[in-house]
């Protein structure tokens, strides 16, 4: 599953996704406009942990914004935080004095709000046309004996 963000007119929109449609490998393309979901991106920061630990205002910051620490480490604590652009970039705006290291940001990822899921449809799918098998993967098992330098 894929969110695609577009910001063209209805016509525009509606041939891109008949176009996506004929693709051999989509089995379905719905095309909404942002009222007609419900979408956040997750935004990861990476900071000094010793700016975390020393400054209050920095843990503050933190809660304030629905933070929640990802990997803490002596040398730095990555925290994760979800919401619209305007909330991610107004946190790393309120970092940047806190030794911000670094930042990155996913794309939307988006769910219709009155559908009745894909999930399901999905599953009928596989039922129906069930794809290859899976093939494990023999190396992955072997570590050190295989990916040594």
Known sequence: RFTI???EGYEVVRKLA???EKQVEVLKVYFNTDSEVIWQELALYKVSTEEITEKVTVE???RQYGATAVVIRKDYTVFAVTGHKEETDALVKALEPYELIEFVRSARVAIIKDSA???EKL???EADEPGEELVENEFLEKG???FTM
Do not use: A, S, T, V
Request: charged share 35%; no cysteine.
């Open 5 to 7: 963000l577009i910001n």
């Open 18 to 20: 008949r176009q996506i």
């Open 60 to 62: 503050r910051l933190l």
């Open 117 to 119: 899921g894909f999930h």
């Open 123 to 125: 599953k009928e799918f």
């Open 144 to 146: 050190d004996k295989i």
